[in-house]
């Protein structure tokens, strides 16, 4: 089964930095894309990045530039660096693989996410 763990969230003042973690399990994770999402208070859970299993990336307009999404196959690892943090990056993040069928409401599978917490 597939089992989804993300870790590295916490309070940070606006401009600073944190990496997330996603540890995963139960599916063959070096040929799979993986994504990032995020959950701000009241709003809708919206994608931020993803990376295929070539190493492709895509961001969302409003993080392009400031996050970096990587993957350590030899680790089962999909890391979020995120730079430049502004208050309206505050969110519960997630990962999950399958984006496709994610985004397409096909798939409904998530982790406990980690809070991510920009503020004064």
């Known amino acids: 089964q597939v089992q989804l763990v993300e870790s590295g969230g916490g309070l940070v003042q606006p401009g600073g930095s944190l990496r997330l973690s996603c540890a995963a399990s139960?599916?063959?994770?070096?040929?799979?894309?993986m994504g990032w999402f995020r959950q701000a208070p009241e709003k809708q859970r919206e994608l931020v990045a993803t990376?295929?299993?070539?190493?492709?990336?895509n961001y969302a307009d409003s993080v392009k530039g400031r996050f970096t999404i990587s993957r350590d196959n030899a680790k089962n690892t999909v890391y979020l660096q995120m730079n430049s943090l502004k208050p309206e990056d505050t969110a519960v993040y997630y990962c999950?693989?399958?984006?496709?069928?994610?985004?397409?409401?096909?798939?409904?599978?998530w982790g406990q996410g980690t809070k991510v917490t920009v503020a004064s």
């Open positions: 999950n693989v399958g984006i496709y069928y994610v985004i397409m409401g096909r798939r409904n599978y």
């Open positions: 139960g599916f063959t994770f070096s040929t799979n894309a």
């Open positions: 990376i295929t299993s070539g190493g492709s990336t």
